[in-house]
């Protein structure tokens, strides 16, 4: 029995589940205080003896071990949370191997031991919601150095007709300031799951999506590219993206996955909303093979 908490800015979901990526029981908390959210999340995994814990969180964290804030989120602008030892909160009550990473590595993790990249060698993951991130999987083994990276805040060519001056309160108008879905939404004065399929929002979101994938494949060339969050169930948006990254690559890269197979090489989350939970029980199992 492994135990799974996907951390994340707007609410924890906490579960635990088999070592095969089966959940058997899940639950979720609103993210307050970390008092009264971590309170919850250890009340819930007392009694249920589980072998380790997985943590994929929202950040900046720090996943270095031997680094003297491993386990800490870092410079979250998220209240209360900066400087907050997440790992420590968990080993101080329970005295089993616990695996921390991102909330995009840990599904990345899950799509690549479960889900659509389930048999290939290194895969992306990245969600679109309330911010953007992105994790990666290379030679099988998730992608660090320094610290995880922070795909989502690259900067991105703005839109020839976007006025919008973006919300990232650390850069302003990169990736994440001008895509996340409160980009969206206050461009355009409504969420992004109002408006309609045919809007201009959604060629504007798929221009800055495609040049960020751009990036992405030129750099990292993954075999698998899946895209979740809440603005990618719009599911309008991944034909535009194809047809726009093709259109980026001009034919530079000469490969089936990035011609007629595009629609099967940037898909969403096989694994839908459990991406992040079965990638936290996938960081649970990877601990507990590293005790």
Not at 221 to 233: A, E, L, T, Y
């Amino acid at each position: 029995m492994l135990g799974a908490i996907e951390a994340g800015g707007t609410k924890f979901v906490c579960g635990v589940g088999y070592e095969d990526g089966t959940i058997i029981e899940r639950v979720s908390f609103p993210t307050t205080t970390p008092q009264e959210t971590m309170s919850l999340v250890l009340d819930y995994f007392t009694g249920k003896k589980v072998e380790a814990i997985g943590i994929g969180s929202f950040g900046p964290i720090d996943p270095v071990l031997g680094s003297p804030t491993y386990g800490h989120i870092t410079t979250t602008p998220k209240p209360h949370w900066g400087g907050y030892n997440l790992v420590g909160a968990v080993t101080g009550q329970f005295q089993v191997p616990v695996g921390f990473d991102t909330d995009v590595n840990g599904a990345a993790l899950g799509e690549y031991t479960w889900g659509a990249a389930q048999g290939l060698d290194s895969c992306l993951y990245i969600t679109v919601g309330t911010g953007i991130g992105a994790g990666a999987v290379a030679g099988g083994e998730l992608i660090h150095g320094l610290s995880h990276s922070e795909m989502g805040h690259i900067l991105v060519p703005r839109h020839p007709e976007d006025t919008y001056s973006g919300f990232c309160p650390y850069h302003g108008d990169c990736l994440e300031g001008l895509a996340a879905g409160p980009a969206i939404g206050s461009r355009w004065g409504k969420p992004a799951g109002e408006l309609p399929a045919d809007h201009p929002a959604w060629a504007m979101e798929a221009h800055y999506l495609a040049h960020a994938l751009m990036n992405y494949v030129l750099i990292l060339s993954p075999q698998r590219i899946v895209m979740g969050g809440g603005v990618m169930k719009q599911s309008q948006l991944f034909p535009l993206i194809h047809a726009k990254l093709q259109e980026l690559l001009s034919g530079y890269v000469q490969h089936p996955a990035l011609n007629a197979e595009i629609g099967s090489y940037i898909v969403p989350p096989q694994l839908g909303d459990n991406a992040g939970l079965s990638g936290a029980l996938g960081l649970a199992k990877l601990a507990l093979a590293r005790a």
